[in-house]
Every structure is written in C-alpha cells, then in structure tokens.
C-alpha cells in the first residue's frame, strides 16, 4: 500500500544515521523518535494493537468506525473536521487505516507543524468527544467505502471474496466490516468500546523525520501524561475453515482473483516467497505479472495475503474457469522460474528498508517520513526481525524457492470468479 521511497537513498549510498529515541511513558504509552538533521518535513504515526480481528460480537467494523472517527471528530475544545476538511488540511500527508491487527492514525506536515501535530493527536486520544451527527456521517462514508470494496468494483470485489477464502475473517466478520452489522452500532457502544480500549497501553506514537529529539521527548511526556488507560480486547474467534482451489461465484462473472497465504515473518520460506510475491506483483517486465492485472503485496500493511485480480474480457462469462486456469498457469510459469543472480537483490533494495533488513538512513526518512514511521512501527508490532530477514533473503536455496512456489498452487491458494447474482 505505502510506497517505501527511504529505501531509494539506501541503494544511492546515503548512510548517515538518524537519532533514535524509544520511550515508554509511565502510562505504558510507547514512543520511537527518528530524528533527521535535514529535509523539511515529519510523520507521525499513531498505532493501536487493535483492529477488525477485536471487533465484538455480531459487530463487524467496530474498529474501522473507530478509525473514522478518530480521525474526523472532534471536542468541547475541537470542532470536528469530516474527512474533506482534514484532506484540505493534509492533502496526501493524511493517513488511517484499520488492518487485522492494527489501527492507524497518521500524518506527515512540515517540520514547523510537528509540535501542533503531536497536541492534536494527543487530544484525539484523551479528550475526543464524537456526536451522533460525528457517527452518522461516518457510518455513511464507512458503508459507501465497504460497498465498493465488496460489490460494487468487480475485480476489488474478486479479491476481496480471494482473500476471505484463503485467509477468511474471524468470528465471522468481513474486511473493512459487515455491512448489516455496521448499520446496527449505537453512538454507547462504539464510545464504550473506544474508550475501554484506545488508551496508552494499547499505543504506540512514532515521529520521524526532521526534530529535535529533546524537544519533541519533552512535548509528548506532557501532552500524552493524561491519555487513558486502555487494555486490548479479546481476539474474536478464530475462522473455522478456508477454501482452497477455484470457485465461481455468481451467475454472469466479470472478474477474477487470485489470493495466496503469505508465510509468517519468522517462517524459512518468507525471503524466498517475498522474492516471488515481487515476481508477480511487480511490473509486467516479461517475467511478471501481465499488465491490466491488479495486484497488493504488502508486507507490513496487509502481511497474511498477496492479490491479484483481472476483469474477465467481455463476451467470455462462459469461460470464466477457463480464464482462472489461464491465470493460475501465468502465475504457476512466474514463480517456477529459477532464480536470476540478482533478483534477491532486487528485492533488498525494494523491501530492505521497510522490513528492517537494512539500516534505516536519515537521508531516506527525510525522504518519506510517514513511510518510515509506519514502517517502524509495524515493525515493531509484528516482531520482525530485519537481520535474520537479511540473511535468509541472501541465502535462499533452491529448495526453499520451489517450496514457497508451491503456496501458489490450488491445494494452498483460493482462485475466485466471481459476478452477477451470487
């Protein structure tokens, strides 16, 4: 989803360092400081431990309509900012997101705006007070944003269905939340549920960019010393079976999807199936994906699941199995290749940076500050560790290759046509 572009100034040769700090508050409130002596911007980025995998009970998308109105409400202090105020404020420099494991709030402003940034976000956390109006007009906006991921474009809507079969939701739930369920949510409930669980010990607040450390270390001390407590919520029940193999959806299909598990951090095959995940997702270079397809690997923002999805050309519905095999047999021809002399380094240049796997620059944080601040901080929720990453990625075999080319195949990946009236 974010596009590392720190990682750029590693493979240029820039190597100077930024000034770290990582705190812990005495409200349990983690705090990382990346600090960069030049460039003329900072990110920062807010993540809770908490996302769609703690939605509770008969309620889908709890978190998600947490992150909007995190995001967009406002005070007694405050007044509230919908989504185009705060993108007027922002422009791209605007960020939220709720994933299966995390929520986040993020921005990236000039340096002079660092310190404004760090007392809004902390008031976000302590003192937002959303109105029904605040909750009607997001759930609006929720449903609207779910209906284009889920129906209404088809080939989103493919990997979508891609992903919920191989990877499927838990305790019953959808990405991005059940519709029928969000419209059930009362102003109370969605309150009691941020209140109890968005708090410090929950957070983790990470600035990077170009500050000074001291500075900044003084003014979150002060401004998050009275953000809430929180505790994390339970895990929803795990889902109770995947699908595996080809299955058509609808009676009139217009696009496809592929979906693949992709392996945990610490699994022997991760460096060997990033290196064919790029493979396939990269750009069509005559060994990749064909152009047209869409495709999302993203391995801190979305780590369980790599996508790819098509339109079905007009006129073929019929052969709509057909053109599923025919996108299985690409894909199976891509990943089956042997690997080139340089492809792992490739993938070192394009990951390395995001993934830890090479020292972080200050160079390329002052480059994509926000980029660098998620990255940190994903890092850090996923337990991912960039130098046995490195070493893996550099010692790949051949055998590992051909076993993560097998996560590709029907017995372990869910093919999706789906279109019409399913």
């Known amino acids: ?68 109105l995190f995001a967009t409400s406002g005070g007694a202090e405050k007044p509230a900012r ?40 902390s008031f976000r956390m302590s003192r937002l007070q959303p109105s029904q109006n605040d909750l009607d007009r997001e759930r609006r906006r929720l449903l609207d944003e779910i209906a284009t991921l889920q129906e209404r474009d088809p080939t989103a809507a493919a990997m979508h269905r891609a992903a919920e079969a191989v990877r499927p939701s838990r305790g019953g739930g959808l990405r991005g939340g059940v519709a029928a369920e969000i419209e059930k949510i009362t102003l109370a409930e969605v309150e009691a549920f941020r209140r109890a669980h968005y708090g410090a010990p ?25 953000a809430p407590a929180g505790k994390l919520p339970p895990a929803r029940e795990p889902a109770p079976s995947r699908v595996t193999g080809t ?13 693949v598990p992709i392996p945990e951090p610490k699994d022997p095959l991760y460096a060997a199936f990033l290196v064919l995940g790029e493979r396939v997702a990269g ?41 599923a095999a025919r996108m299985r047999a690409d894909v199976t021809a891509i990943v089956t290749a042997p690997l080139a002399g340089d492809e792992a380094d490739r993938v070192l240049a394009k990951h390395g940076a995001a993934l830890g796997i090479t020292p972080p620059t200050a160079d390329g ?26 070493q ?12 993560a080319a097998k996560l590709f195949d029907t017995q372990n990946s869910a093919a999706i046509v789906t279109g019409g009236k399913i």
């Open 247 to 259: 299955l058509v959806m609808g009676d009139a299909p217009t696009a496809a999807a592929l979906a």
């Open 1 to 68: 989803m974010f596009a590392f572009a720190f990682a750029l100034c590693v493979v240029a040769g820039c190597r100077r360092k930024p000034t770290e700090a990582h705190l812990r508050l005495d409200n349990g409130l983690r705090v990382d400081l990346f600090a960069t002596p030049g460039g003329d911007k900072a990110g920062l980025v807010v993540l809770f431990d908490i996302g769609a995998n703690h939605d509770p009970a008969g309620r889908s998308g709890m978190a998600h309509l947490v992150e909007h």
């Open 365 to 390: 944080i002052a480059a994509a500050p926000f980029e660098a601040a998620f990255a940190a901080g994903r890092r850090a929720q996923l337990g991912v560790d960039g130098g046995a990453l490195g």
């Open 283 to 323: 750009p069509g270079d005559g060994k990749r994906a064909k152009p047209g397809w869409k495709s999302e690997l993203a391995p801190l923002a979305r780590p369980d699941v790599l996508l790819l999805g098509a339109p079905i050309p007009p006129g073929q519905p019929a052969a709509a199995e057909a053109f």
């Open 202 to 226: 929950t957070a983790r607040v990470i600035v990077a960019g170009r500050f000074d450390v001291e500075e900044i270390s003084k003014q979150i001390k002060a401004s998050f010393a009275i």
């Open 392 to 403: 893996a990625a550099r010692s790949i075999t051949p055998e590992q290759l051909a076993a």
């Open 82 to 121: 919908p989504i185009d105020k705060a993108k007027e404020r922002y422009g791209e420099g605007f960020h939220t997101k709720t994933g299966a494991d995390y929520t986040l709030y993020g921005v990236e402003v000039s340096a002079e705006r660092i310190l404004e940034e760090i007392d809004d976000a």
